[in-house]
């Protein structure tokens, strides 16, 4: 029997096939040190989970509205909103079983086959399976580093628009690189979706990771909260990654399509995590302070470590929970052509486990510069100095 052609066109989060590497060699007797996947080793706080064990208790476990519980919808709505110097209504979210489903969701509402989708490269590899598998062309956007980290090449992009482009992905508090765009770069970003008509999907997973300053949204620029839908995730702010928890918020012409296709998809998101999230959105919010002030160490170690490398120089950027340092004179001084090559001998040589650039997007023709990932969401402070001190060492030999 035969499977569906179009399946050719599926791609996968190839970070877990790392992970996989990875605890096959750990389970060979070797201690491994996690930078490969933006998995958060933190407890999730504990009003979250008792409000949970008190949903579970009061039977909230059938079937509720496919679009998400009234309640819920209200409470990120407002605090979205809030969040965004705007105001949204229960009708614009969509409760969804994590961030990612929002994804697919949007451009199975917003494009036909052949239309032409803009994505960040690199960039979460989800953008460009969804974009493909559903029939449309993947046209990736790219950045360029900079002393203070990476930025949009806001030239490339607009040359990239043409007639069949029908939506933008952007994803500021970027993965894999930590990109942060200043006002003026995302009202550039603005402008082209207003002159081209397009579509948004604002990915904003890590909105709440923000160590200084305040975040910014592109949904509140003017002309784009009737284009953009925004994707709201709980597993970073609130350690969820697990519970599968999110949602899309936009203009109600698309949730509705979304809470369409929830319907066909999924029936609908786990109830008892949803009236936990109630309490959780609208409580005590100790338990994200103190996830984030846990990952702001972590970074500040990580880069040091980083630092430290002769031939590694790298920002502390003010978002995620990722840094992409470039390897490049770390590789020709080991006579490597292949940064998986790197990647696999920090494993076997170091113990010390990440992902590269390949693992975000097909890189582009031309691409000169070398990168490597690490995310310090899953590994504790100890270890990432542990881990940074085997690294320098195989980097350096």
């Known amino acids: 029997m035969k499977l569906a052609k179009q399946l050719e066109k599926l791609g996968t989060e190839t970070a877990f096939a790392v992970s996989q590497k990875a605890g096959q060699w750990a389970s060979e007797g070797h201690k491994v040190y996690p930078f490969h996947l933006g998995d958060i080793n933190i407890r999730t706080p504990d009003n979250i989970i008792e409000a949970t064990r008190k949903a579970l208790g009061d039977g909230y476990t059938g079937y509720c509205p496919g679009a998400g519980i009234p ?6 709505a407002s605090d979205v909103g809030a969040k965004r110097g705007m105001s949204f209504d229960a009708d614009q979210v969509s409760i969804q079983p994590g961030g990612k489903p929002v ?26 399976s969804q974009i493909e598998y559903q029939r449309g062309i993947a046209v990736p956007y790219g950045y360029t580093e900079t002393s203070d980290g990476f930025a949009l090449d806001l030239d490339a992009m607009e040359s990239l628009i043409t007639d069949k482009t029908s939506a933008l992905i952007y994803n500021n508090y970027q993965n894999p690189n930590g990109a942060e765009s200043s006002r003026q770069e995302m009202e550039a970003v603005a402008e082209l979706a207003i002159k081209h008509d397009l579509w948004v999907l604002s990915d904003d997973a890590y909105y709440e990771i923000l160590y200084e300053g305040s975040p910014l949204s592109i949904a509140n620029i003017p002309g784009m909260a009737e284009r953009t839908v925004i994707l709201y995730t709980c597993s970073k702010r609130f350690a969820m990654t697990g519970w599968r928890l999110g949602a899309a918020i936009g203009p109600k012409p698309v949730i509705e399509i979304i809470n369409k296709l929830n319907t066909n998809i999924e029936s609908c998101t786990a109830h008892f995590i949803q009236r936990a999230m109630v309490d959780a959105i609208e409580g005590d919010t100790s338990g994200p302070d103190a996830i984030l002030a846990t990952l702001k160490a972590r970074r500040d170690a990580a880069v040091a470590g980083l630092n430290a490398i002769d031939g590694i120089s790298i920002a502390a950027p003010r978002s995620t929970f990722y840094l992409f340092p470039n390897v490049t004179s770390i590789m020709e001084r080991k006579q490597m052509t292949d940064v998986n090559q790197l990647m696999d001998g920090a494993l076997t040589e170091a113990d010390v486990s990440f992902c590269t650039r390949k693992h975000f997007g097909r890189p582009a023709a031309g691409e000169s510069g070398q990168y490597i990932r690490f995310a310090y969401s899953g590994i504790d402070e100890d270890d990432i100095r542990l881990g940074m001190a085997r690294l320098k060492s195989y980097f350096e030999a």
């Open 71 to 76: 309640e819920l919808r209200a409470a990120i």
């Open 103 to 128: 994804i697919g969701k949007f451009i199975n509402a917003v494009m036909n086959p052949g239309d032409e989708v803009l994505y960040p490269n690199p960039g979460y590899p989800i953008y460009e």
